[in-house]
């Protein structure tokens, strides 16, 4: 919905940046490639983005509010900072914009994405085999939300995670799933207002044992 939102205001302050040449080379590729293309630039944009949240500590009180969820399922994506949403998002539209992909490759990606967001954090124990190395599958994304310290900081990405092999930050999760995900027994206030506001005012790891990233 963001990505929606924000689309006519970016198109129109990156239009007129020099790179119209550049935009209808990107454009003249089929669909299916410039698709492919599209979701490989805006996980290594996001990647980038979600890896800051998690390293540096001001950014990590936005971002634990996600991590803060401890039985994951399909809206588990939804409970997340709106400062830290804009913030990630926007590091992954706006490569989508200053490269000028077409339209429909714009919007097909915005489905993707929201259906990866659902499907990334659904309570289900499907390994999917052999694709679980190809696109990012539940499993994968559990345990980067897994309790357990050896799984900390890993799987990143959000399609494809040879994007953290590249990086280091694969965590080789076999068959197995964690056995918990969450911050321990931090507890953040009830309800959307609270919670938007607690990370500017608090620092949830002086009052819960919550995990320094520079710990983790």
């Known amino acids: 919905m963001i990505g929606v939102i924000v689309q006519f205001p970016a198109m129109t302050m990156f239009k007129s940046i020099g790179l119209e040449g ?14 492919f293309v599209a979701l490989l630039v ?6 980038s983005a979600h890896y800051v949240f998690h390293k540096v500590p001001y950014l990590w009180r936005f971002h634990a509010v996600h991590h803060s969820t401890k039985n994951l399922d399909w809206l588990a994506g939804s409970r997340t900072h709106f400062f830290d949403l804009v913030v990630v998002r926007a590091m992954s539209f706006i490569p989508i914009y ?3 992909f077409d339209s429909s490759v714009f919007f097909t990606y915005i489905v993707i994405v929201s259906f990866q967001a659902v499907l990334a954090h659904a309570n289900t124990r499907i390994n999917f085999g052999f694709l679980k190395y190809v696109f990012v599958t539940p499993q ?10 050896k799984a900390y900081d890993k799987n990143f990405a959000i399609h494809f995670p040879f994007i953290d092999m590249i990086f280091g930050t694969y965590y080789p999760m076999g068959n197995d799933w964690p056995e918990g995900t969450g911050l321990g027994d931090v507890k953040y206030p009830k309800g959307f207002a609270r919670q938007f506001v607690y990370p500017f005012v608090k620092n949830p790891q002086e009052h819960h044992n919550l995990k320094d990233p520079s710990e983790r």
């Open 42 to 47: 805006s996980d290594l944009f996001q990647y």
């Open 98 to 100: 200053v490269c000028g």
């Open 140 to 149: 994968y994304h559990h345990w980067h939300h897994s309790d357990d310290p």
């Open 22 to 35: 550049f935009q209808n080379t990107i454009q003249s590729i089929p669909f299916l490639p410039q698709l």
